[in-house]
T-cell receptor
Framework: ETGVTQTPRHLVMGMTNKKSLKCEQH?????MYWYKQSAKKPLELMFV???????ENNSVPSRFSPECPNSSHLFLHLHTLQPEDSALYLC??????????????FGDGTRLSIL | GEDVEQSLFLSVREGDSSVINCTYT??????LYWYKQEPGAGLQLLTY?????DMKQDQRLTVLLNKKDKHLSLRIADTQTGDSAIYFC??????????FGTGTRLQVFP
């Protein structure tokens, strides 16, 4: 399924680098999400965007900066990350977050390693 | 607390049934989901159940919900090696917030 596409699939960066993760959804959805998946921890919701507006920031450090230019694209800008930020970053989308009947669809994630 | 709990591992023989269990905490949750994650991939939605239902069947998958005990289970009939993956349950709270369990790693051996 190519509904939610994330690039790059893998990223290795130093702590002083600046990079961006990209997510694109082809499902016509209105809401997009960033999650962090670390080993042995539950999936953590980071940000929610609904109709391009940020509706949730789950106490995420400012070194992670999301951007949602339109309902189909979501970015996560990274700068001065820490080793504990190494994780799989998953993007998801849903039709309408206010409609509980609409499940979230996930991309395959970006595996991020901080050196 | 806020935790959605799952056992970490399950090992079954090919052809047997698998039952993956989950307990959640919020009695006001409206929908409960099961996702599958294969190595190197994202989460794939398998099935979901509305909170006023007790059971939902979809081909080899059967979801049972005990709302009184806040217990959710996923039964996979005739488990195949391709079913080996991590299975996550998730509950939907408020409007768009999904709370995930830690995942159950299912290993299917011949």
């Amino acid at each position: 399924e190519t509904g939610v596409t994330q690039t790059p699939r893998h990223l290795v960066m130093g702590m002083t680098n600046k990079k961006s993760l990209k997510c694109e959804q082809h499902l016509g959805h209105n809401a997009m999400y960033w999650y962090k998946q670390s080993a042995k921890k539950p999936l953590e919701l980071m940000f929610v965007y609904n109709f391009k507006e940020q509706t949730e920031n789950n106490s995420v450090p400012s070194r992670f900066s999301p951007e949602c230019p339109n309902s189909s694209h979501l970015f996560l800008h990274l700068h001065t990350l820490q080793p504990e930020d190494s994780a799989l970053y998953l993007c998801a989308s849903s039709q309408d977050p206010g409609d509980s009947n609409q499940p979230q669809h996930f991309g395959d994630g970006t595996r991020l390693s901080i050196l | 607390g806020e935790d959605v709990e799952q056992s970490l591992f399950l090992s079954v023989r090919e052809g047997d049934s698998s039952v993956i269990n989950c307990t959640y905490t919020d009695s006001s949750s409206t929908y409960l989901y099961w996702y599958k994650q294969e190595p190197g991939a994202g989460l794939q939605l398998l099935t979901y159940i509305f909170s006023n239902m007790d059971m939902k069947q979809d081909q080899r998958l059967t979801v049972l919900l005990n709302k009184k005990d806040k217990h959710l289970s996923l039964r996979i009939a005739d488990t195949q090696t391709g079913d080996s993956a991590i299975y996550f349950c998730a509950e939907k709270r408020n409007t768009d917030k999904l709370i995930f369990g830690t995942g159950t790693r299912l290993q299917v051996f011949p």
